[in-house]
């Protein structure tokens, strides 16, 4: 077997560690020993064939399923800037998967390639982390509806990196445990049998703790889609790591995106919301929706003590008197029932809408959720929530 090894210039060379820091910046884990791997397949391929570069550099770089597709849209995006690389790697089209419709994760990797980092010294790089340090200082208290594009992406990614405390409920239900304090008579006298009851081990049990289920109902009306659509990220942050999350969008109708949202990539998961939603930005009918809610998925979501999210302004579209027996039928449901409102962000706010005043009473907390700080108070209340017999007061606007 005959094969074309071709050195590795310092370009080419140079070319494979910027696309490994892309791949890094835009969500893969890419290693120096896979770096090295990448450099030592490239010299036993044909250089020129581009369908052989992705391959190998896809088999080396790739170690997860949910990976190729942000791979196969950074290596077209990379190499197809690299002018010098052009005459060595056009020569082939690329397989049939990577040249598919590009991914939801597309703009990130965009944003991945076009960071200053990747170019820059590193007196500069020192000196942007400064500035990116700065900047989210003031994203902090800066209105969601305000923010430019980009000042969108940074705020996505901060709330990315979100961890909600994983404090746990105690459940009527017991394991083996050998500080437990409730004594295992079963296996206690299943052990003795072995010795003809000379012997006799105890066995405890103890209580199965799991974390409270989190229920999250978020208004996708044309005044909310916004803090909607950044507060998916939050939710898709942390159903990561708590696995009993369910999360149901309402406009005129009420759509259950669970599945949706466990997607592993971000903006995959919120893509499969907007597609699985019919009428994101449109109208709004609370008390509609929260009848559909209690009616068809109250039992099934809101047992083992869960908390729910209500994410609205409260602006009705047609004034319901069902709607203040529905809120209280959610909250009497439910461990804790928490209002998120963007329009708490004004200092003047007043409960003047008729929907406003039938929900309020209903709720346990009344919150802002329209900056960066306000997501980072949840945080906190959510770990208060979680102990027990806790009730709060309504809270004013923050």
Request: some cysteine; overall charge positive.
């Amino acid at each position: 077997m005959t094969t074309s090894a071709a050195p590795i210039t310092g370009l080419i060379a140079d070319n494979v560690i910027g696309f490994a820091r892309a791949l890094r910046a835009a969500g893969i884990p890419v290693g120096p020993g896979a770096v090295i791997d990448a450099l030592n397949a490239l010299q036993v391929i044909e250089i020129g064939n581009r369908a052989d570069v992705f391959t190998t550099l896809e088999a080396i770089f790739v170690k997860r399923h949910e990976h190729a597709l942000v791979f196969a849209q950074a290596f077209d995006l990379f190499f197809r800037a690299a002018e010098d690389w052009k005459h060595m790697l056009d020569s082939v089209p690329l397989p049939e998967h990577a040249r598919k419709k590009p991914p939801p994760a597309s703009r990130r990797v965009q944003e991945a390639l076009s960071q200053p980092s990747m170019r820059e010294t590193p007196q500069a790089q020192e000196q942007e982390l400064r500035l990116s340090v700065s900047d989210k200082e003031v994203l902090q208290k800066k209105d969601f509806a305000q923010m430019s594009a980009a000042e969108i992406a940074q705020v996505t990614r901060a709330i990315a990196q979100m961890k909600l405390p994983q404090a746990e409920l105690h459940t009527r239900r017991y394991q083996p445990d050998a500080r437990g304090l409730r004594l295992d008579m079963r296996r206690t006298l299943r052990g003795s049998l072995r010795t003809g009851g000379d012997i006799i081990d105890i066995h405890r049990l103890g209580r199965i703790d799991k974390p409270a289920p989190i229920v999250a109902l978020l208004d996708i009306s044309g005044s909310m889609s916004e803090y909607t659509r950044l507060f998916l990220h939050f939710l898709h942050a942390i159903t990561d790591a708590r696995k009993r999350v369910s999360v149901f969008l309402f406009g005129t109708r009420l759509t259950n995106v669970t599945r949706a949202l466990r997607a592993r990539d971000p903006d995959e998961a919120l893509a499969s919301c907007s597609s699985t939603v019919e009428d994101w930005a449109g109208g709004t009918r609370i008390a509609t929706s929260l009848h559909t809610f209690n009616k068809l998925w109250g039992r099934r979501v809101l047992g083992q003590g869960a908390i729910v999210l209500l994410i609205s302004d409260g602006l009705e579209r047609e004034a319901d008197t069902r709607l203040a027996f529905e809120m209280d039928r959610l909250h009497r449901s439910c461990r804790r029932l928490i209002w998120l409102n963007p329009l708490l962000r004004y200092g003047g706010f007043e409960a003047k809408a008729q929907g406003i005043k039938m929900m309020l009473p209903h709720v346990d907390e009344f919150r802002p959720v329209h900056n960066l700080s306000s997501i980072e108070g949840l945080v906190s209340a959510l770990s208060t929530a979680l102990l027990p017999h806790h009730r709060s007061l309504i809270r004013p606007a923050a």
